[in-house]
């Protein structure tokens, strides 16, 4: 019988970060036409993310569903707006209060109307889903803020969306523009370019992340001090081909933009194989950041001169 024997194998994991950039949809969803009788009112411009990978053809993707397509004129958002007297004494005109698309305007159901005054200007937040009002702290003449925790589960991770328009005169009578952004950075995975072993992906997992932190509108995060780890599940089967998706646009991370080091990146298949790497990088809010994952498989081992197995 020959016997079986396992020297000298090395396995590294290589990970190539690609990184690009978002940039907002220029649609304008409302343009108020004529005049409005000084009814305060929006137009809204929508983010998508906007991710290039070099080893694949140019798309354009939504990292993760907002309201499971997008924030749309079906939708509802929430505004809080704050009113100077004109004397720089601030009181909370709209507090959390929807804001839907009636009568081919973006309002409140309740009416809002301008002072008439310039100098009594109008500080506007705005954020999208309307789940988490719960969250937000707001005292009138102050930025609003948002107390996160991502959730470790991917597939309960939302996609967080934001918009301020500061100061704007009370002698307004057009559409006040609130363009939204996204607050959290996208983490994807796709086969790096030497390749990985076909089988079906159990689990990705990013351990050594900071998982919450408190986001003032219009400023950003403030990091909490918790470290945990964050898990893809996507059951999902792969060639092992380059440029292929390890897992649907569905189970994108949505991270707090954050620096970090010797973060592990740990890819289980079903079967039980394993592979792992350190990684270290920055994440800002908006960009996408794909994760190119390979696995490089050394095998060396002696020859005796005789009849050998190798296994």
Not at 38 to 67: C, H, Y
Request: hydrophobic residues 35%; aromatic residues 12%; glycine residues 8%.
């Amino acid at each position: 019988m020959g016997k079986k024997f396992l020297r000298g194998i090395n396995v590294s994991f290589l990970l190539l970060i690609i990184i690009s950039t978002f940039s907002s949809c220029a649609n304008e969803m409302n343009i108020f036409e004529g005049n409005n009788n000084k009814q305060i009112n929006f137009s809204v411009s929508v983010p998508e993310w906007k991710n290039t990978d070099s080893l694949a053809t140019t798309k354009i993707t939504r990292a993760m569903p907002v309201g499971g397509t997008s924030l749309s004129t079906s939708n509802t958002f929430n505004l809080i707006a704050d009113q100077n007297d004109g004397a720089g004494n601030y009181s909370t005109l709209i507090n959390s209060q929807a804001v839907s698309y009636t009568n081919n305007i973006w309002k409140t159901s309740n009416y809002y109307y301008w002072s008439g005054t310039a100098n009594k200007t109008v500080n506007f937040y705005a954020y999208y889903p309307t789940s988490i009002s719960g969250n937000i702290s707001h005292t009138a003449g102050s930025s609003p803020t948002l107390l996160y925790t991502v959730p470790s589960d991917a597939s309960n991770q939302i996609d967080i969306i934001t918009a301020i328009n500061p100061n704007v005169s009370g002698s307004t009578a057009t559409s006040t523009p609130l363009t939204f952004n996204h607050i959290f950075a996208a983490v994807k995975f796709a086969v790096g370019t030497s390749g990985l072993p076909s089988g079906t992906i159990k689990s990705i997992t990013i351990n050594g992340i900071k998982n919450s932190g408190t986001y003032t509108f219009g400023s950003g995060w403030a990091l909490g001090s918790t470290i945990s780890s964050f898990t893809v599940s996507p059951s999902a089967t792969i060639t092992g081909t380059s440029g292929e998706n390890i897992a649907s646009d569905a189970f994108t991370l949505m991270m707090i933009p954050q620096a970090f080091n010797n973060a592990t990146v740990s890819l289980v298949y079903n079967n039980g194989t394993t592979f792992s790497a350190k990684i270290s990088g920055t994440w800002n809010a908006g960009n996408v950041y794909t994760y190119n994952l390979s696995k490089t498989i050394v095998l060396n081992y002696g020859y005796s001169g005789g009849a050998q197995t190798f296994t």
